[in-house]
């Protein structure tokens, strides 16, 4: 949580955290600002201190909204370190920069940075700033040891931001299947009131469509995807496939708060008026997979456990799998879940090779539970999902739910 960061900062040796860049789209400055917004900053959180927000002038409405002890830009006149560099912009913004730290007495010491920036600029900056400040190491969370490390564990007001996407999201996973058995088959094609066929780009349009009208976005895309590309389990469907009878769609949502905020991540799979009996068999076995791994779940328990779990349950039926074929592209191919935040993927993870330290199941994590079966050249692949909270008091609670039926019966 965000109040065991200076714990961590004194764990790992570091006497500050940097954060550049925007307040959207960025979860490390989403996550110690509140988002908003900013659309260039500096956040410096000294060990046991406040942070302080480095902003531009025109949004210091936006940055006081933060709670942060503010300075403008304005403050750190850009024409000055221009005559200072011989009109040299470049080390204009290196000795801007250098003055600011030099203002917080930050001249010395480790300081890890975070955010988004332009790699080749961020990297040209940096070093040119590490040569002017020799005693100040700034490095890299490579190891994810520090806010990565935070923000495994959601305190209860991130949990409720996140309960709250989830609540937007069932609505629209809703409206997706009204809409989908309001239309009636032509042959086996589904198709509107005029008889044009229903797409994939269609319904993702229309997706897009409400989940801004509930002030989310998908930064990340949506998964809609039938038939061949519903077993491969990351495509994420072709605008222009027409949806057919009887093939099964996999439609995995995860959007979030508007501006880059909370993320949530459900998954369902459907069929269109019926299943075919290979359709029904794949689709029972993940459903009871489902069933038994999530009923696991257990405070403290490690992630790659119930990842090993999920093999050996649908090696057992008779699949391929990760833990026994680790290239399979088909049957289970994926890790059972991870970590939902600010991120659409954070620590805890799942994978088999999963570190011990990441993987731990902690009172306050948030994470996904996923398995699925992927068969593409039998056009079918299943795969169903809901994310959950584990309370501090071992309760294991699902954010949001959504009928896990198979068949959408049309209307028509």
Request: with cysteine.
């Amino acid at each position: 949580m965000k109040s065991d960061l200076h714990r961590l900062m004194a764990e790992n040796e570091l006497d500050a955290i940097w954060v550049i860049g925007p307040a959207a789209h960025n979860p490390p400055m989403v996550y110690l600002t509140g988002g908003g917004h900013i659309t260039q900053a500096d956040l410096i959180l000294k060990r046991g201190e406040k942070g302080v927000l480095f902003h531009g002038p025109m949004e210091r409405d936006e940055a006081a909204r933060t709670g942060l002890i503010t300075r403008s830009y304005s403050s750190y006149p850009f024409a000055e370190f221009l005559k200072e560099a011989n009109q040299d912009r470049f080390r204009a913004s290196v000795l801007r920069l250098k003055r600011m730290l030099e203002d917080l007495g930050l001249t010395r010491g480790r300081v890890m940075l975070f955010g988004q920036y332009d790699a080749g600029v961020a990297f040209a900056l940096f070093d040119a700033l590490q040569k002017e400040l020799p005693e100040l190491s700034i490095l890299g969370d490579v190891e994810n040891k520090v806010l990565q490390q935070a923000m495994l564990t959601k305190d209860r007001e991130e949990v409720e931001r996140i309960r709250r996407v989830g609540q937007k999201t069932v609505e629209v996973i809703d409206l997706t299947a009204d809409y989908l058995r309001s239309q009636r088959l032509k042959g086996d094609v589904l198709v509107d009131a005029q008889g044009e066929p229903i797409t994939v780009g269609r319904v993702k349009r229309l997706i897009n469509l409400w989940l801004a009208e509930r002030d989310l976005e998908n930064p990340e895309g949506t998964i809609f995807a039938i038939g061949r590309d519903a077993g491969v389990p990351h495509s994420s469907g072709k605008a222009e496939d027409v949806l057919r009878a009887g093939q099964t769609i996999v439609f995995d949502i995860f959007p979030c708060e508007t501006g880059g905020g909370y993320f949530f991540d459900m998954t369902r799979t459907w069929c269109l008026g019926y299943a075919p009996g290979a359709v029904e068999k794949l689709y029972e076995q993940v459903l009871t997979v489902f069933h038994a791994v999530s009923s696991e779940v257990r405070v403290h328990g490690h992630f790659r456990d119930l990842q090993r779990r999920t093999c050996e349950l649908f090696e057992g039926m008779g699949h391929p799998t990760v833990l026994t074929q680790p290239q399979t592209e088909v049957g289970y191919v994926h890790s059972l879940g991870h970590g939902v935040g600010l991120n659409i993927h954070e620590k805890p993870v799942s994978g088999l090779m999963a570190s011990p330290e990441d993987d731990v199941l902690l009172p306050g994590s948030v994470v996904t539970i996923e398995p699925g079966l992927y068969y593409p050249d039998q056009n079918m692949g299943v795969r169903l999902e809901n994310t959950v909270y584990l309370a501090p008091d071992g309760k294991i609670e699902t954010l949001a739910d959504y009928p896990l039926d198979l068949v959408l019966k049309l209307k028509g």
